[in-house]
T-cell receptor, first 113, second 113 residues
């Protein structure tokens, strides 16, 4: 069964600190992996997308990594800001013409001043 | 440009009542989707549409119906609401069914009593 597991479930860090969120998946065949940010009461917004051949991709203070061999991805947030408080959702797309998306349950990140 | 909008923002509904959640996008995207998001679960696909005039079933379609009469609108109907349909509903769109990024609406919080 295709699954996307994220850890930790929730995380609280001080403003200005760095943090790393994890995503493990069992989706096969793999097409791409995306990280979304979802603010409270809002819809998810895309942060990054990586295909099989990409190991790392950055979007400002967000850096995503992908290890397709171990089926793991991480999202690193540098110099956190209060506005980074949100849920971060890992989404894996199935390839082979299926294009089915499997969503993780998200990591709830809280930045405290 | 509004992007993708949903209405209503929230609704409390008696069990057994009929309810239609509205979704409109102005990006001329071909593909549209309806998801529900429940605590502890990832976003789950209810129905989708590859293009105007076509619809398909997602992971959890029972109790829901959709229509796609034109490119912009993709309403979701609950014919006879039940308490288990209490959830936050997100509409999304993408350029086509194989596009990398889906753009999400702000969500509709539905409570069925």
């Amino acid at each position: 069964k295709n699954q996307v597991e994220q850890s930790p479930q929730s995380l609280i860090i001080l403003e200005g600190k760095n943090c790393t969120l994890q995503c493990n998946y069992t989706v096969s065949p793999f097409s791409n992996l995306r990280w979304y940010k979802q603010d409270t009461g809002r819809g998810p917004v895309s942060l990054t997308i990586m295909t099989f051949s990409e190991n790392t991709k950055s979007n400002g203070r967000y850096t995503a990594t992908l290890d397709a061999d171990t089926k793991q991805s991480s999202l690193h947030i540098t110099a956190s800001q209060l506005s980074d408080s949100a849920s971060y959702i890992c989404v894996v797309s199935q390839g082979g013409g299926n294009e089915k998306l499997t969503f993780g349950t998200g990591t709830r990140l809280t930045i405290i001043p | 440009i509004a992007g993708i909008t949903q209405a209503p923002t929230s609704q409390i509904l008696a069990a057994g009542r009929r309810m239609t959640l509205r979704c409109t996008q102005d990006m001329r995207h071909n593909a549209m989707y309806w998801y529900r998001q429940d605590l502890g679960l990832g976003l789950r696909l209810i129905h989708y549409s590859n293009t105007a005039g076509t619809t398909g079933k997602g992971e959890v379609p029972d109790g829901y119906s959709v229509s796609r009469a034109n490119t912009d609108d993709f309403p979701l109907t609950l014919a006879s609401a039940v308490p288990s349909q209490t959830s936050v509903y997100f509409c999304a769109s993408s350029e086509d069914i194989r596009s990398d990024t889906q753009y999400f609406g702000p969500g509709t919080r539905l409570t069925v009593l």
